[in-house]
């Protein structure tokens, strides 16, 4: 048999128990006796429960304790996934493309001038070409130049050109050119024909004598180039051959040919390809002797022997005051020609014409005061001297001349 009791404490458990726990139903107390309190202090009786049938339960197990001792709540973040974005390309063929066929433009035949209709236009050259001829015309008052090609059974055509005064024109296959002279220069236009139509050439060339076509190899127009760069008048310039030729479409310059001590060179009968500028080599003389030129108006050498000058009328004349070959005597009376003045007396004249006689010698021409160093040159109005030690050289425009030296005198 066992016994149970309870003391109770106002307001709280013992043990900790909450006093409002699970009642247990099988257990049975006595309830007046637990209630009355003691009024005096001392011992407590407790009352004795009387003897029967009646089983004590176990202690109830609290359901809860006061102190709560559980973690704080885990918190999981979801997993974020970044939205998906699809975006669908679609790419479309496209059709090939065939490049255009360009075809050549074709050319447009101009009609000629209004008063070559009408007969106004003053007519200045022609030329056979194409079974037709070509015909440069001035038009009223001078306003232009025009080439105008007539081709039995077809229209004229026309074609304006830039100006030169006196145009002419000439041609060699299916090519013709126009040209004339401006400022002592030749300038001149080519001009390709063919289906009855006029087409200039791009490229002016220039001459300072009449060009030429050359029929023979590639087309060629040809003329003459002066080198200004002799320290002469442009007039008194070594000239060369020059030569054009058509390239890319264009006439351009090929070159010049070696420059020549008189005016007129050796007509070009093919290309040329050397400099068209600077002081170039001339008949084995350096280029700074080239630069070393002066104007012939009267040059006298060294040693004082032999005197040039320029006479009007262009006749150059050398003398020599001191000559041991012989000379044709002069057959003049003293009353034309004193013997005071008498002497060598060698000239040569512009169309290349060389005479000699013991007539009039230096004393004629006076005394010229400009020395000129040996291996120079002195040109002046188209004649050229060479000055060497061994004597004088002098060439006219023509190419012909003489040399003269104290032993001998020659003509070429």
Request: net charge positive; charged share 10%.
């Amino acid at each position: 048999m066992f016994v149970a009791a309870a003391v109770l404490v106002s307001g709280c458990s013992v043990l900790g128990l909450d006093t409002a726990g699970p009642a247990d139903p099988t257990v049975t107390t006595s309830a007046a006796s637990v209630a009355r309190p003691a009024t005096t202090a001392g011992a407590i009786t407790v009352p004795t429960i009387p003897t029967g049938t009646t089983t004590v339960a176990p202690t109830a197990t609290p359901s809860e304790s006061l102190v709560t001792t559980s973690a704080p709540p885990t918190t999981s973040a979801a997993p974020l996934t970044a939205p998906t974005t699809t975006r669908t390309l679609t790419f479309t063929s496209l059709a090939p493309v065939t490049a255009p066929t360009v075809s050549a433009p074709t050319a447009v035949a101009s009609p000629p001038p209004e008063c070559y209709t009408k007969g106004t236009c003053g007519s200045q050259s022609w030329a056979p070409v194409g079974g037709g001829k070509i015909e440069i015309v001035i038009t009223p008052g001078r306003a232009s130049v025009a080439a105008v090609l007539t081709v039995p059974g077809h229209p004229a055509t026309g074609l304006t050109i830039p100006w030169v005064d006196t145009p002419a024109v000439t041609c060699a296959g299916s090519y013709c050119l126009v040209q004339g002279s401006n400022y002592n220069l030749y300038f001149g236009t080519l001009i390709k024909v063919g289906a009855g139509t006029l087409t200039a050439v791009p490229g002016t060339p220039s001459s300072t004598t009449r060009m030429q076509l050359l029929a023979n190899g590639p087309l060629l127009v040809a003329g003459t180039y002066r080198f200004d760069s002799y320290g002469v008048f442009p007039s008194d310039s070594p000239v060369s051959s020059r030569t054009w030729a058509i390239s890319g479409g264009q006439l351009v310059s090929t070159g010049c040919g070696v420059p020549h001590l008189y005016a007129t060179p050796p007509a070009a009968t093919s290309a040329q390809h050397g400099p068209c500028s600077g002081t170039p080599v001339i008949a084995g003389y350096s280029g700074s002797s080239g630069n070393t030129m002066v104007q012939l108006g009267g040059f006298v050498t060294p040693s004082g022997n032999i005197a040039c000058s320029l006479l009007p009328g262009d006749d150059l004349v050398c003398t020599a005051k001191k000559y041991s070959f012989k000379v044709p005597t002069c057959t003049q009376s003293e009353a034309e020609v004193p013997v005071a003045l008498r002497g060598l007396r060698v000239s040569v004249v512009r169309s290349g014409r060389v005479s000699y006689d013991g007539c009039l010698g230096y004393t004629l021409i006076g005394s010229p005061q400009t020395k000129i160093s040996y291996r120079r040159l002195a040109v002046g109005r188209g004649f050229v001297c060479e000055v060497l030690q061994d004597g004088v050289t002098c060439t006219g425009p023509s190419g012909h001349g003489f040399s003269l030296s104290r032993a001998s005198l020659t003509t070429h």
